[in-house]
């Protein structure tokens, strides 16, 4: 993370000294535009490795029991994506209306062109699957057959039968949602892509593998966290 912290600020300076030094309006706008994307998808990042929910619970209202993200992380990879379509658009511009000098040197050098597309094409990749992903749900949902995930555009499934355990896990700093399944390798949730406080998570989840008469509350939300509030000794998780 300290090295990302460096390059970002490295690349925000040199921004910073064209938007500064340039007369080129167009190289301007494509440098301020580069260095917004940049500083999106460092929040991006930075947001989905070492987001901390402490004691915190953001669940979906809806059925069964799911732990949704924070939406920030949604709002900076559109942000990103977008912005990057706005430089690759800017920088093709140049090429193709007349009248525009090529930002990245006289007609006949390619680099500009091929940069602007690779800049669009990014943008728009990362655009149409942001979207794409608003189309499934997110976080993890506790239901009453197992755990339900979503690893790209598909949802995987790990069934209560399965489960050898369930606990939490340092890692960079931050604790990690740990379960471990037979067969299976184990897998970890950070607690950006749950939107709450793992220890807890891991609390209610161990709940309901250890008392499958209770599994049939996990279709309304309130109820289920209602009853494992009732069954722990200290009311509360």
Do not use: K
């Not at 979906?60 to 559109?78: E, G, I, W």
Request: with cysteine; charged share 15%; aromatic share 10%.
């Amino acid at each position: 993370m300290l090295v990302l912290i460096l390059f970002l600020c490295l690349f925000v300076g040199v921004g910073m000294l064209v938007l500064y030094t340039s007369d080129d309006g167009y190289l301007r706008f494509v440098v301020a535009v580069l260095v917004v994307s940049s500083v999106s998808a460092f929040c991006w990042l930075a947001t989905l490795v070492n987001a901390r929910f402490s004691n915190t619970l953001r669940i979906s209202p809806h059925s069964p029991l799911r732990f949704v993200p924070a939406r920030r992380l949604l709002v900076f990879s559109l942000v990103a994506s977008s912005t990057l379509i706005l430089a690759g658009l800017s920088m093709l511009l140049t090429w193709v209306v007349p009248g525009l000098n090529p930002l990245t040197g006289p007609p006949g050098r390619a680099g500009g062109l091929l940069s602007g597309a690779v800049l669009l094409c990014a943008g728009a990749f990362f655009l149409i699957y942001s979207v794409m992903r608003l189309r499934v749900p997110q976080g993890l949902i506790v239901s009453p057959t197992g755990i339900h995930w979503w690893r790209g555009l598909s949802e995987q499934t790990m069934r209560w039968e399965h489960f050898s355990s369930v606990d939490v896990r340092g890692a960079g700093g931050t604790i990690q949602l740990r379960i471990e399944a037979e067969p299976g390798s184990p897998i970890s949730f950070a607690a950006s892509l749950i939107g709450s406080d793992p220890r807890v998570v891991a609390a209610i989840a161990r709940f309901f593998w250890a008392h499958p008469e209770e599994r049939s509350f996990l279709t309304c939300p309130e109820t289920a966290l209602a009853r494992v509030l009732e069954n722990s000794p200290d009311r509360s998780v």
